[in-house]
Nanobody
Framework: QVQVEESGGGLVQAGGSLRLSCTVS???????????MGWFRQFQGKEREGVACINWTGISKYYEDSVKGRFTISRDDAKNTAYLQMNSLEPEDTAIYYC????????????????????WGQGTQVTVSS
């Protein structure tokens, strides 16, 4: 069973940076590069929203409009790990961040498509103070 685990959340001041990591394990059938990797976030009382996705080649990426130019998604297939580098953080970025893996390697047609993903992590809290 594929397992996804996030790390790297925490408390940071506005304008600061954090790097989230997402490690995938339990790849009994297939390999990490069979999966597209996505990052979502959930604000308190809101639905989960897509933040970024990277396809299996690492070439195709997309970002939610509010994070473009500030967040960067990447992957290291040798480490079975995806990353979300978050710079110029704002208090409005405060949320629980989730990582998800989509077998087949393609990002979904729209960013908030949670059903596209096969495995999810438990989430990591990111808090940005003003």
């Amino acid at each position: 069973q594929v397992q996804v685990e996030e790390s790297g959340g925490g408390l940071v001041q506005a304008g600061g940076s954090l790097r989230l990591s997402c490690t995938v394990s339990g790849l009994t059938f297939g390999a990490f590069d069979d999966y597209a990797m996505g990052w979502f976030r959930q604000f308190q009382g809101k639905e989960r929203e897509g933040v970024a996705c990277i396809n299996w080649t690492g070439i195709s990426k997309y970002y939610e409009d509010s994070v473009k130019g500030r967040f960067t998604i990447s992957r290291d297939d040798a480490k079975n790990t995806a990353y979300l580098q978050m710079n110029s953080l704002e208090p409005e970025d405060t949320a629980i961040y989730y990582c998800a893996a989509a077998h087949g390697g393609a990002c979904p047609g729209y960013s908030d498509d949670t059903a596209h993903y096969d495995a999810w992590g438990q989430g990591t809290q990111v808090t940005v103070s003003s």
